[in-house]
Nanobody
Framework: VQLQASGGGLVQAGGSLRLSCVTS????????MGWYRQAPGKQRELVAI???????DYTDSVKGRFTISKDDVKNTVYLQMNSLKPEDTGLYYC?????????WGQGTQVTVSS
């Protein structure tokens, strides 16, 4: 599967961005999709995930600020990010998981200035 992420950019603290990830295969066939991020000098961390039944989970630091959703018709997963903080800065990767196999997109950069 190919994953194409977009929507990153430079935003001031308190601002919003919406990330999109378009897949080359039917999104409804994935067991799980989500977003990870990696800040400079840090390990990649899970940000948000959504199951094929639309159950969601978030890392504690983004709960109440970020929302993950998906559109099965458009084969797209979204990450709405509000009230952004400088510590949200990083390269955001789209993630696909199906039948024990994981795939990653190329990443989209999010930079939050203080």
């Amino acid at each position: 599967v190919q994953l194409q992420a977009s929507g990153g950019g430079l935003v001031q603290a308190g601002g919003s961005l919406r990330l999109s990830c378009v897949t080359s295969e039917s999104i409804s066939s994935a067991n799980m999709m989500g977003w990870y991020r990696q800040a400079p000098g840090k390990q990649r961390e899970l940000v948000a995930i959504i199951s094929n039944l639309r159950s969601t989970d978030y890392t504690d630091s983004v709960k109440g600020r970020f929302t993950i959703s998906k559109d099965d018709v458009k084969n797209t997963v979204y990450l709405q990010m509000n009230s952004l903080k400088p510590e949200d800065t990083g390269l955001y990767y789209c993630y696909w998981f199906r039948r024990g196999a994981a795939s990653w997109g190329q990443g989209t950069q999010v930079t939050v200035s203080s």
